[in-house]
């Protein structure tokens, strides 16, 4: 069972990928942490690509926890999020402050200026374009949606996905609601309609993400299924289906497919229709339903980025501060964190020479790997390492020398980005 609650670390991602039906990523993102496999898997992205093949609007969500510092491990989610948008989605990040006060007793004040200072100022430096930040405590749809959210799912479901027994505490049932209210408001009518919305997560979150595409297939009308390789589509309800069948059949025959129908059944079939067909009469049929249903939203669609490990080996952890390198530490600071972390090298000089470092299991090279966005020269740190050609004191350092320098220009932007906050926060919606 994967527990987002829990704070193991995660490193067997072959078997989650077995053990989850989590799917890899195919070759469709020319992005480095798809290229270096820093993106393991993927759930729907199969929307995403059709979407942005078709040119049409898609969402990119996030969110974050404003009770402590941002960090190297989790700016990568946000790296994401500004690649995302560079190929036209449109951007939400949920401020988090609702669970930040629940389970670590931050006041709501405290968790707007730990969210402005810490994270959304760096995000801006780093390059997030104007978007829609919102903070939950002050979002009615998100609040009411969660609400509605809640009739589609029971106790037996949540035991089984998030192993909550009877004495959990009711933070445990409400936290992944709203978390899939946050993911699906985004496709409220008011806000665009439905869309595909990649949502780019540690795979930590994935209970959260089954439950939430869970959620939304079951609020949908039309329901689209591969069967014996072709596409059938089954009405949801308990009134007289033709009306709907009618509808859908008609939209279907504009787009060139067509269909027979099983009244008693619920069901219309499409002959000309294959497994590829989809995904496109899914994005047809949701945009017809969203007339009559208000809750009709795209499945969403999530990557798995690998954990980056802690400096001290292990989980990046804000109670072991030297595991991890805050946003806001100063250069100095990051440069002596770099400096006592454990490596993949030798115990000598002497052997490390003879027999190479191991760069696989090193979190000094993971500094390079996920933060830097040059293949070249990400390799070329690799096959030293391990031709033996590379020294851990050296390398630490010029680590740190790329560390420090990237810290030095976020703090260096902060004030600017600061200033364009108005372009990012949306206002209290209620
Ligand atoms: S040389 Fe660098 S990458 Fe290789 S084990 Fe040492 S610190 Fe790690």
Redesign the pocket.
């Known amino acids: 069972m994967i527990n987002p609650w829990s704070s193991s670390q995660y490193f067997d991602y072959e078997k989650l990928i077995k053990e989850f039906g989590i799917q890899r990523p195919d070759n469709y993102f020319d992005y480095f942490m798809f290229r270096r496999h820093l993106i393991f898997g993927q759930r729907g992205l199969d929307y995403l690509e059709y979407s942005i093949k078709n040119r049409i609007k898609f969402n990119a969500m996030t969110g974050l926890m404003p009770s402590g510092q941002m960090h190297l491990g989790n700016k990568l989610s946000i790296d994401q999020i500004i690649y995302f948008q560079s190929l036209g989605a449109d951007v939400y990040i949920a401020v988090a402050d609702l669970e930040s006060y629940a389970t670590r007793g931050v006041g709501f004040k405290k968790a707007r200026e730990i969210a402005i200072n810490e994270y959304i100022a760096n995000y801006i430096s780093m390059g997030l374009k104007p978007c829609k930040i919102y903070f939950q405590s002050e979002n009615y749809d998100t609040q009411s949606l969660s609400f509605v959210l809640s009739n589609e799912t029971n106790m037996n479901e949540l035991k089984a996905i998030y192993g909550l027994t009877d004495s959990s505490s009711i933070l445990h049932v409400n936290s992944p609601i709203i978390q899939a209210a946050d993911v699906l408001h985004t496709q409220l009518k008011h806000l665009g309609g439905p869309r595909a919305t990649i949502v780019p997560v540690g795979v930590d979150q994935d209970p959260h993400i089954r439950l939430m595409r869970d959620i939304a297939k079951r609020l949908r009308v039309y329901n689209v299924k591969v069967e014996n390789s072709k596409i059938s589509v089954y009405i949801k309800g308990n009134e007289d289906p033709k009306d709907k069948i009618d509808r859908a059949m008609e939209i279907l025959a504009e787009n060139g497919y067509e269909s027979n129908a099983n009244y008693e059944y619920r069901a219309l079939y499409i002959k000309n229709s294959s497994v590829e067909d989809r995904i496109k009469i899914d994005m047809i049929l949701v945009l017809e339903e969203s007339a009559i249903n208000d809750f009709a939203f795209i499945e969403p669609s999530a990557t798995f980025q690998k954990l980056e490990t802690g400096l001290k080996g292990g989980k990046m952890s804000s109670s072991i501060p030297d595991s991890l390198i805050s946003l806001n530490d100063s250069g100095e600071e990051a440069t002596r964190k770099i400096k006592h972390?454990v490596?993949?090298?030798?115990q000598t000089i002497e052997e490390?020479k003879k027999y190479?470092?191991?760069?696989d299991i090193?979190?000094?090279?993971e500094l390079?790997k996920y933060h830097s966005t040059d293949d070249k020269y990400v390799t070329r740190?690799?096959d030293?390492?391990?031709g033996g050609v590379?020294?851990?004191g050296?390398?630490?350092s010029e680590?740190a020398e790329n560390i420090s320098g990237m810290l030095k220009i976020l703090a260096e932007k902060k004030d600017e980005s600061l200033k364009k906050l108005d372009n990012y926060l949306i206002k209290r919606s209620s």
Not at 343 to 346: A, F, I, N, S
Not at 362 to 365: A, Q, S, W
């Open positions: 972390a490596t993949g090298g030798k490390q190479g470092g191991n760069p090193c979190p000094v090279f390079y740190v690799y030293e390492c391990k590379r020294m851990c050296a390398c630490k680590a």
